[in-house]
């Protein structure tokens, strides 16, 4: 019923530089919504809030989680802001319909002491676990995305200062520093990169920071796979992922003082609010630890 309308408007997404994994959730849902207007003999003249509120409704009864419908409603208000500009339309009527509301759900964050037993596992120093070491050390160094991880260069890295500059999320460039650990590890990692004749550029011209043994750029499935291979030796049924590193990083900075702004800022977040979800995180584990040390604290 609107294909032509999901095609011009996936289209300007792409003239825009959006990531191919954000233009292929927008063209999921929107096709999950044409569809729902095509089995309902709906035309987009006649979409108003409550065929919305229907969709949401068939989307629940899919069993599709709420986190999933209130995606979907954020595209579909995307979409028609997209409509109005083009003067397809006059209103939006995704914008009469409330966001499900959604639970709040806490970053899953290590101890400061389980960080430490996960950077010192890759022992030997072979090319591999040099970079690996190198990796994990940057990634709870900085607390980089592991897409902006894979996509740095080694230009990218200003090693005198321990600066590291990244292209993040709507191609947002932020500059995040790294400590000694992070930097002794990558000069090591480096030393032996070199010493295998693995340095030199991809396809696009860049040289890749991290590349696997034959040389090429090392790929996002490429470090989950690798932190999945090392959680291995955390204690059973530890979850761990690039993400949590990055949620240790913030956390691991608020309690020991940094100020929410500055986090806000080293994550490149462009809402506050999504970086106060870590004020959360930090009160639970000084509950916990109120628990465990209070010998009046037996039901807090």
Request: hydrophobic share 40%; no cysteine; charged share 30%.
């Amino acid at each position: 019923m609107i294909r032509g309308e999901i095609d011009a408007f996936l289209g300007a997404l792409a003239r825009r530089a959006a990531s191919a994994h954000t233009v292929a959730n927008y063209r999921r849902d929107l096709a999950r919504f044409d569809a729902f207007l095509e089995m309902r003999q709906v035309t987009l003249a006649a979409v108003d809030h409550v065929v919305i509120r229907d969709f949401l409704n068939s989307l629940y009864l899919e069993n599709l989680a709420r986190s999933s419908v209130a995606r979907i409603l954020s595209t579909l208000r995307t979409f028609f802001r997209f409509l109005i500009r083009r003067r397809t339309i006059e209103r939006n009527p995704a914008e009469l319909v409330s966001t499900p509301r959604l639970p709040r759900k806490l970053p899953v964050t290590l101890q400061q002491t389980e960080v430490q037993d996960l950077l010192e596992i890759p022992g030997e120093r072979t090319f591999k676990t040099l970079r690996d070491r190198a990796i994990l050390e940057l990634l709870y160094a900085s607390g980089l995305r592991v897409s902006e991880l894979v996509g740095l260069d080694d230009t990218d890295v200003e090693w005198t200062d321990g600066l590291v500059r990244v292209l993040g999320k709507g191609r947002k460039e932020r500059i995040v520093p790294f400590g000694q650990f992070a930097r002794e590890a990558l000069d090591a990692y480096r030393a032996e990169r070199s010493r295998q004749g693995l340095t030199r550029p991809d396809d696009t011209g860049g040289l890749p920071l991290f590349v696997n043994v034959r040389g090429g750029r090392l790929t996002a499935r490429s470090i989950e796979r690798l932190v999945a291979h090392y959680r291995a030796h955390l204690r059973p049924g530890r979850r761990v992922t690039p993400h949590t590193l990055r949620h240790s990083f913030a956390t691991h900075l608020l309690e020991n003082g940094a100020d929410l702004r500055s986090i806000q800022e080293l994550l490149g977040h462009a809402n506050l609010g999504t970086t106060q979800k870590y004020t959360h995180a930090s009160v639970e584990h000084l509950r916990a630890e109120y628990r465990k040390a209070h010998p009046r604290a037996k039901g807090s």
